[in-house]
């Protein structure tokens, strides 16, 4: 028989033991959450005006210098569309994420646009999503409905909602109601876990609802829709949110004051030149991104969400798009005045830095790029491939006989605003910008 006091210190032992082992967070139990959200596929920001901050590599760096003592979660929109050129770059920040670890990632609304079939093959690119409340027409979860990890001696649920009173549902999906799914999850998440985590794609007033209603749940981190909320208690739940678009990165910190009493202090990380690129986010990411559209055409026309600035026309007879120089007979002075601006040589900056078959970019440097009649390539269409008259007056065919002379569109700020907006080119000014290009009053 063992002595009394063996048992005693084995037994005290044990529960230690089990207490340390429960994943259950304690008085000074601390927590650091990593958080991104809204995406919206912007994989490193335009630099045309000077570098500006954000991008998916200086992501990566700053999560790689904080030595993997965190949870990183993404709050969903990953991507900004359905069509197949906006599918690869959701791939491509997909590929990044993978790269950087993420432990979660919900199934947002932009994700929810793809329908099932394209949601499933975004899941095998290694970051693990999860939605309580996307299902197929079955009525299946398509991804985990939650995942259990552990992290700082404490085991956490991450779970994610979408709402499903506004989101537009791809095929093969359908969205319950986040309340209902949640009423039925929650218990089951506080048996499973000590910390509860939902990942929201839902307005303030909602996740305010939830956090009222569910006090089980430790975090709520939601959707920022281009703003940053810092982090609050409500009833006994923390919610936060942050600004998208691959520039800024949500760095909280989670203390508990005793077992049901977490207090979070949180910080919005400006992603600029303070932080170093990760080389491994910029092979996986970007460099694989240039890769997979170059020398690529895409359908333009493709039904569903994504990039507005990008959509197909096709011109009235006799209104074909026929470039700068023939422009050049009537208008010989307004021609010169062009032809030494930069918008005469705009592609040039996108081959450059290898963005000169990116969508995205493509779009802001050349003339009528998606339509029918527009720009296709430096191979097929080099006459167009400038930002020349008719990306501000129109399409000229129309014009080069008298009975149309003078029926050009004039140009003026909301004609720059399409492509100088504040996120492309923050430094913008029209009053200045334009009198580098203006050739108002010449003959």
Same mark, same amino acid.
């Given at each position: 028989?063992?002595?009394?006091? /063996?048992?005693?210190?084995? =037994?005290?032992?044990?529960?230690?033991?089990?207490?340390?082992?429960?994943?259950?967070?304690?008085?000074?139990?601390?927590?650091?959450?990593?958080?991104?959200?809204?995406?919206?596929?912007?994989?490193?920001?335009?630099?045309?005006?000077?570098?500006?901050?954000?991008?998916?590599? /200086?992501?990566?760096?700053?999560?790689?210098?904080?030595?993997?003592?965190?949870?990183?979660?993404?709050?969903?929109?990953?991507?900004?569309?359905?069509?197949?050129?906006?599918?690869? &770059?959701?791939?491509?920040?997909?590929?990044?994420?993978?790269?950087?670890? +993420?432990?979660?990632?919900?199934?947002?609304?932009?994700?929810?646009?793809?329908?099932?079939?394209?949601?499933?093959?975004?899941?095998?690119?290694? =970051?693990?999503?999860?939605?309580?409340?996307?299902?197929?027409?079955?009525?299946?979860?398509?991804?985990?409905?939650?995942?259990?990890?552990?992290?700082?001696?404490?085991?956490?649920?991450?779970?994610? /909602?979408?709402?499903?009173? $506004? *989101?537009?549902?791809?095929?093969?999906?359908?969205?319950?109601?986040?309340?209902?799914?949640?009423?039925?999850?929650?218990?089951?998440?506080?048996?499973? @876990?000590?910390?509860?985590?939902?990942?929201?794609?839902?307005?303030?007033?909602?996740?305010?609802?939830?956090?009222?209603?569910?006090?089980?749940?430790?975090?709520?981190?939601?959707?920022?829709?281009?703003?940053? +909320?810092?982090?609050?208690?409500?009833?006994? *739940?923390?919610? #936060?949110?942050?600004?998208?678009?691959?520039?800024?990165?949500?760095?909280?910190?989670?203390?508990?004051?005793?077992?049901?009493?977490?207090?979070?202090?949180?910080?919005?990380?400006?992603?600029?030149?303070?932080?170093?690129?990760?080389? &491994? =986010?910029?092979?996986?990411? *970007? !460099?694989? +991104?240039?890769? @997979?559209?170059?020398?690529?055409?895409?359908?333009? #026309? $493709?039904?569903?969400?994504?990039?507005?600035?990008? &959509?197909?026309?096709?011109?009235?007879?006799?209104? $074909?798009?026929?470039?700068? *120089?023939?422009?050049?007979?009537?208008?010989?002075?307004?021609?010169?005045?062009?032809? !030494?601006?930069?918008?005469?040589?705009?592609?040039?900056?996108?081959?450059? /830095?290898?963005?000169?078959?990116?969508?995205?970019?493509?779009?802001?440097?050349?003339?009528?790029? @998606?339509?029918?009649?527009? +720009?296709?390539?430096?191979?097929?269409?080099?006459?167009?491939?400038?930002?020349?008259?008719?990306?501000?007056?129109?399409?000229?065919?129309?014009?080069?006989?008298?009975?149309? !002379?003078?029926?050009?569109?004039?140009?003026?700020?909301?004609?720059?605003? $399409?492509?100088?907006?504040?996120?492309?080119?923050?430094? %913008?000014? %029209? @009053?200045?910008?334009?009198?580098?290009?203006?050739?108002?009053?010449?003959?």
């Amino acid at each position: 028989m063992l002595p009394a006091i /063996v048992l005693v210190v084995g =037994v005290a032992v044990l529960a230690y033991g089990l207490c340390r082992g429960s994943g259950r967070p304690r008085s000074g139990s601390r927590l650091r959450v990593l958080f991104s959200g809204e995406t919206m596929g912007e994989l490193e920001p335009c630099n045309c005006s000077g570098k500006m901050a954000g991008g998916l590599p /200086v992501r990566g760096g700053y999560i790689e210098a904080r030595g993997g003592r965190y949870l990183l979660v993404d709050t969903g929109c990953i991507g900004n569309g359905v069509r197949d050129f906006e599918v690869l &770059r959701t791939e491509a920040a997909l590929r990044a994420m993978a790269v950087m670890g +993420y432990d979660a990632a919900n199934v947002g609304e932009h994700e929810v646009w793809l329908g099932r079939d394209k949601l499933l093959e975004l899941t095998t690119l290694g =970051v693990p999503f999860v939605s309580a409340n996307v299902l197929d027409a079955e009525g299946r979860p398509v991804v985990e409905p939650y995942r259990v990890v552990r992290r700082s001696g404490l085991r956490i649920a991450i779970t994610g /909602v979408t709402d499903s009173g $506004q *989101t537009d549902v791809g095929p093969g999906l359908r969205l319950d109601p986040p309340r209902e799914v949640l009423a039925r999850l929650v218990p089951e998440l506080s048996e499973t @876990a000590g910390v509860i985590i939902v990942l929201a794609d839902l307005k303030l007033a909602d996740v305010r609802d939830l956090a009222t209603d569910f006090p089980e749940i430790t975090l709520i981190l939601f959707r920022g829709r281009e703003d940053s +909320y810092a982090a609050e208690r409500v009833n006994r *739940t923390i919610i #936060a949110s942050i600004y998208g678009e691959a520039r800024y990165l949500g760095d909280l910190t989670l203390t508990w004051e005793s077992a049901g009493n977490v207090s979070g202090e949180d910080k919005a990380v400006l992603l600029d030149e303070r932080f170093t690129e990760s080389e &491994r =986010v910029l092979n996986a990411c *970007t !460099k694989w +991104y240039k890769d @997979a559209v170059r020398g690529r055409t895409f359908d333009f #026309a $493709q039904p569903g969400h994504g990039w507005e600035r990008i &959509r197909p026309s096709t011109p009235a007879r006799d209104s $074909q798009y026929v470039g700068s *120089t023939a422009c050049r007979a009537c208008h010989e002075r307004e021609y010169e005045t062009w032809r !030494k601006g930069p918008h005469a040589e705009a592609i040039e900056s996108l081959r450059a /830095v290898g963005y000169d078959h990116s969508p995205e970019c493509v779009v802001c440097h050349v003339t009528g790029y @998606a339509a029918s009649d527009g +720009y296709v390539s430096m191979t097929k269409t080099p006459e167009l491939g400038t930002v020349g008259c008719e990306a501000c007056h129109g399409r000229g065919r129309f014009m080069l006989t008298n009975d149309h !002379k003078g029926l050009a569109h004039t140009a003026g700020k909301d004609t720059c605003l $399409q492509c100088h907006m504040w996120k492309r080119d923050p430094t %913008f000014d %029209f @009053a200045t910008d334009w009198a580098k290009i203006s050739h108002e009053g010449k003959p």
